[in-house]
């Protein structure tokens, strides 16, 4: 049987549930925000007893590690399943990007598991991102030295 492409096109339609896209958005607006927030509030904490540096570098130590907690626990996984990409934030989503192979493998051993699978999704990142930084270094130095 062979369909035409507006046949193709009708079925689909109507297998496919409605998307929610503004209700998703603001999902991913509010979450997204409310982790910069808790981000703040911990920077402005830290900022009582301590110089913005190391009241930077605490506020970033503690959003890893809440992350960490979070992923461990299946907590950012229920929330990233309802907010999505609100749950990127760089440093809690990098975080739960290498703790969660980490607890996905653990049962495969130490070595075997978690320490050949801890990077497999943040790996690439820090690849990608390490030769990026160079090639761009580079081509800054070029210019630099031609302008």
């Known amino acids: 049987m062979k369909l035409q492409p507006n046949e193709y ?5 109507r297998a ?3 998307s929610a896209a ?8 509010f ?3 409310g982790i910069c927030l808790l981000g703040e509030a911990l920077r402005q904490f830290f900022l009582r007893w301590y110089d913005a540096p ?3 570098t605490l506020t970033s130590i503690a959003l890893i590690f809440l992350s960490a907690v979070c992923t461990v626990a ?13 749950t990127l934030v760089p440093i809690t989503g990098f975080a739960n990007s290498v703790v969660s192979p980490a607890v996905e493998f653990k049962a495969e051993g130490w070595v075997p598991g ?4 801890i990077f497999a999704i943040a790996g690439p990142v820090i690849a990608y991102g390490t030769a990026a930084s160079a090639a761009w270094g580079a081509l800054y130095w070029l210019l630099g030295k031609v302008g």
Do not use: I, N
């Not at 096109?9 to 339609?13: I, L, N, S």
């Not at 299946?74 to 609100?86: D, F, I, M, R, V």
């Not at 978690?114 to 699978?117: L, S």
């Open 9 to 13: 096109a009708r079925m689909v339609q």
């Open 16 to 18: 496919s549930p409605p």
């Open 22 to 29: 503004g209700r998703d958005c603001l999902w991913a607006f």
């Open 31 to 33: 979450v997204g925000g």
């Open 54 to 56: 190391m009241a930077g």
């Open 74 to 86: 299946g907590w950012y996984q229920k929330l990233a399943a309802k907010a999505g990409a609100g």
């Open 114 to 117: 978690t320490g050949a699978r």
